[in-house]
């Protein structure tokens, strides 16, 4: 898989036939997707339909099997599995991210939380 900065002018995310299968069961089957800069992305399906998986993938925690990935800027994530203190509230969260990463400007984060 190719991990790259060079996209399209517009575009943040490209994903160009992404296969995975675990042993002989396929889960992702050729995906590809153009994201453009500012947009908002869900990914929703069925259960085993390969969305953690292909989110696993996007931010380098499992390799994909063949195709490329290729990324302008920091994808942000959020799994299912808990990976901070249980008793800390979403916007502590947010806080300990932004302050972990340097982020000066997080408007719109606090913008969608309300």
């Not at 190719?2 to 399209?8: A, L, R, T, Y």
């Not at 931010?59 to 901070?84: F, K, M």
């Not at 249980?86 to 982020?103: D, M």
Request: proline fraction near 4%; glycine fraction near 10%.
């Amino acid at each position: 898989m190719n991990f790259s900065h060079q996209v399209p002018a517009g575009t943040v995310l490209r994903l160009h036939d992404v296969h995975k299968a675990y042993g002989r069961r396929p889960v992702l089957r050729g995906v590809s997707l153009d994201v453009p800069s500012g947009c908002l992305l869900g990914i929703v399906g069925a259960n085993g339909a390969g969305k953690s998986t292909l989110l696993r993938i996007l931010v380098g925690q499992a390799a994909a099997d063949s195709g490329t990935v290729r990324c302008r800027g920091r994808i942000g994530y959020c799994p299912q599995e808990t990976v901070l203190h249980p008793a800390l509230t979403v916007r502590e969260h947010v806080r300990f991210f932004q302050a972990a990463y340097r982020l000066d400007d997080c408007r719109r984060v606090w913008q969608l939380l309300e």
